[in-house]
């Protein structure tokens, strides 16, 4: 490479993005490398194409939403030097209007282009140069520079860590597994409900013990379930787990035992009709072996007992992680927090390295944590090269 560059980006995704404008902020000559023939892919296709780039619980204020992340203590340092209000003051000084929709910050625009187009204009602004297609394969490329690994996990970043891991075998790394995904399920009791969407109370157990709890749309497929509350519970599931599903929270104080009083000579598969999605009440008669045909009135106390139980935990297993065509929002793994030193984000073993994003283990839950710990890290990473610079 014929021109000196002070700082080089491996990746050009939020956190590779954001630590070269923080880099440059500081004087630094950045080069961007990146393997894809754009930047930034990730951003266009998150938040369904709106980009939930932050949650207003990202509060240096309110240090609470740390327990949302996996690996919190070593994150804690860099989310609360750079929370949301941090980010959004940021975007907002490079032009971007934000919305909060219940915690959840999105461009005004509701368009995840936007964020990327504020991102472009700020590197030009800043004179970042950007290499496309453009595979680093391992550092050689890079000498007496400063390097910052943002490339995230994927085909291409698994090999250049590969490398680093392998000139020094005690780089501590931790295998990525896939996490923020629908679950497999047992499927017997999923006839007619692919597409169904309900509002219910999502328990993850294992062994009967309660390892993940929470209140969520979730939505029925044909392969199991999927929805926020689902992708949130993926983060602690394995196979053989339980989740059993409350579908009662919505229903205000309305109760099956009166409405079996009051439509005692309906038909069983009207039963829940206003509570649940018809196709959904089936499947709780299937489960229950109460076929719908029947009269209401006909039921006995323990059947009505039994309706009611599976309404408050309608059980399905957890079947493998092969996840088919299934996408995994963000992964787990990559350089454990031993290897990092937890303010700069320097490689111990490896004094001119830098690390920002999900290169890094930790994660957190939807509703923009994973993209903001790729901007806060990168932010961090970008200004600790920078200043080190030689
Ligand atoms: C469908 C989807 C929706 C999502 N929605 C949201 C959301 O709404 N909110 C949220 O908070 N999070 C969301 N996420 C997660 C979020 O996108 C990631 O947490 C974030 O992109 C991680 O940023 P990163 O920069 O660390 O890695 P990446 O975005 O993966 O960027 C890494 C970049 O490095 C490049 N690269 C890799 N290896 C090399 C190499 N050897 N040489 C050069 N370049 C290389 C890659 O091509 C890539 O461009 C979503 C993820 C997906 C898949």
Redesign the pocket.
């Known amino acids: 490479m014929s021109e000196h560059f002070d700082v080089i980006v491996?990746?050009?995704?939020?956190?590779?993005?954001m630590s070269a404008l923080a880099a440059a902020a500081e004087g630094s000559r950045v080069l961007i490398?990146?393997?894809?023939d754009r930047?930034?892919?990730?951003?266009m296709?998150?938040?369904?194409g709106?980009?939930?780039?932050?949650?207003t619980a990202i509060s240096a204020g309110a240090p609470d939403f740390l327990s949302q992340y996996h690996n919190a203590e070593f994150a804690a340092s860099i989310l609360l030097r750079c929370d949301s209000s941090w980010l959004r003051d940021l975007f907002e000084h490079w032009g971007m209007a934000v919305v909060d929709q219940d915690g959840w910050l999105f461009p005004a625009t509701r368009y995840a282009g936007s964020v990327l187009e504020v991102l472009l204009r700020e590197l030009k602004r800043s004179s970042v140069v950007i290499k496309t297609q453009?595979?680093?394969?391992d550092l050689s490329c890079c000498q007496d520079s400063k390097i910052i690994l943002?490339?995230?996990?994927?085909e291409?970043?698994s090999?250049?860590l590969g490398n680093i891991i392998d000139v020094d075998a005690q780089l501590p790394y931790t295998e990525f597994r896939p996490i923020?995904h629908p679950l497999n399920t047992e499927k017997s009791l999923l006839e007619g409900l692919d597409g169904l969407r309900a509002v219910c109370r999502l328990n993850l157990l294992r062994d009967g013990k309660l390892l993940f709890s929470e209140i969520g749309e979730l939505m029925f497929r044909n392969y199991g379930i999927s929805g926020i509350v689902t992708f949130n519970a993926s983060r602690y599931s394995e196979k053989g787990d339980i989740v059993s599903l409350d579908l009662t929270t919505t229903w205000n104080g309305l109760n099956l035992t009166d409405i079996c009083e009051r439509y005692a000579s309906q038909p069983c598969n009207t039963l829940f009709d206003g509570l649940l999605r018809r196709p959904l009440g089936l499947a709780i008669l299937r489960k229950a072996k109460v076929a719908g045909e029947r009269s209401i009135t006909s039921l006995t106390d323990s059947e009505i007992k039994r309706l009611e139980s599976i309404c408050t935990d309608f059980q399905l297993e957890v079947q493998g992680s092969d996840l088919g065509n299934l996408?995994?929002?963000?992964q787990r793994g990559g350089l454990s927090f031993e290897a990092l030193d937890p303010e700069s984000l320097q490689l111990k073993m490896a004094p001119n390295v830098y690390a920002?994003?999900?290169?890094i283990d930790v994660?957190?839950p939807?509703?923009?944590?994973?993209?903001?710990?790729?901007w806060a890290?990168?932010w961090a990473a970008g200004l600790a090269a920078a200043k080190s610079k030689s």
């Not at 490398?33 to 894809?36: D, G, N, P, S």
């Not at 930047?39 to 951003?43: C, D, Q, V």
């Not at 296709?45 to 369904?48: D, L």
């Not at 709106?50 to 949650?55: I, L």
């Open positions: 491996i990746g050009g995704g939020p956190a590779g993005i490398l990146e393997a894809k930047i930034g892919g990730k951003i296709v998150s938040g369904n709106r980009c939930n780039f932050s949650n453009c595979v680093a394969a943002a490339c995230g996990f994927n291409c970043s090999s250049i923020l996408q995994p929002q963000a920002a994003g999900e290169i994660d957190g939807c509703g923009g944590y994973n993209l903001h710990w790729a890290s990168g």
